[in-house]
T-cell receptor
Framework: AQKVTQAQTEISVVEKEDVTLDCVYETRDTTYYLFWYKQPPSGELVFLIRRNSFDEQNEISGRYSWNFQKSTSSFNFTITASQVVDSAVYFCALTPLSSGSARQLTFGSGTQLTVLP | DVKVTQSSRYLVKRTGEKVFLECVQDMDHENMFWYRQDPGLGLRLIYFSYDVKMKEKGDIPEGYSVSREKKERFSLILESASTNQTSMYLC??????????FGSGTRLTVV
């Protein structure tokens, strides 16, 4: 079984501050994908990034960056110079590749990020 | 652009009613999923389907059933709605584990 933990329930920052959202996962599978999704108030989950377990390179996309550390089973997400439009619930998720239930995503409980003007 | 459409954005039903939540995707995806989202619990998988007429239970299938008669449509059925099924329901589809597309959700209130 898989487990994804997002210990931060709510985070509040002032615009232009940097913020890091934590994600820790547990899986017995040696191959898996990790994801981050954003859920704005409209409700639809928006895909942000997918990382496979073979690739531990950090990734940067504009103001977003991700730090994947297999040794600590963590996949943290940093927003640099946050903006009000970044306010949303952010979910970390995992799917294993080697088991029979490889198609389903296991989600963390989400982190509500509020960016104040 | 890839699309997953959930028929209702908001729904209010009475206890004991039979409730159908519909989800349609236009991407010819094999896999479809129903998740339930509750505060502090994230998204939990109710049922998923990897082919027409095929279904598998997720983590919380009790009180729910599903139907997939056509590839593009995946229905979630609450046989006898109860107040503890008040929640946000999200449908998703995928071709492989590499990518999932979610609908906008149906916020169901059972009174």
């Amino acid at each position: 079984a898989q487990k994804v933990t997002q210990a931060q329930t709510e985070i509040s920052v002032v615009e232009k501050e940097d913020v890091t959202l934590d994600c820790v996962y547990e899986t017995r599978d040696t191959t898996y994908y990790l994801f981050w999704y954003k859920q704005p108030p409209s409700g639809e989950l928006v895909f942000l990034i997918r990382r496979n377990s073979f690739d531990e390179q950090n990734e940067i996309s504009g103001r977003y960056s991700w730090n994947f550390q297999k040794s600590t089973s963590s996949f943290n997400f940093t927003i640099t110079a946050s903006q009000v439009v970044d306010s949303a619930v952010y979910f970390c998720a995992l799917t294993p590749l080697s088991s029979g239930s490889a198609r389903q995503l296991t989600f963390g409980s989400g982190t509500q990020l509020t960016v104040l003007p | 652009d890839v699309k997953v459409t959930q028929s209702s954005r908001y729904l209010v039903k009475r206890t004991g009613e039979k409730v159908f939540l519909e989800c349609v995707q236009d991407m010819d995806h094999e896999n479809m999923f129903w998740y339930r989202q509750d505060p502090g619990l994230g998204l939990r998988l109710i049922y998923f389907s990897y082919d027409v007429k095929m279904k598998e239970k997720g983590d919380i299938p009790e009180g729910y059933s599903v139907s997939r008669e056509k590839k593009e449509r995946f229905s979630l059925i609450l046989e006898s709605a109860s107040t503890n099924q008040t929640s946000m329901y999200l449908c998703a589809s995928s071709l492989s584990v590499r990518g999932y597309t979610f609908g906008s959700g149906t916020r169901l209130t059972v009174v």
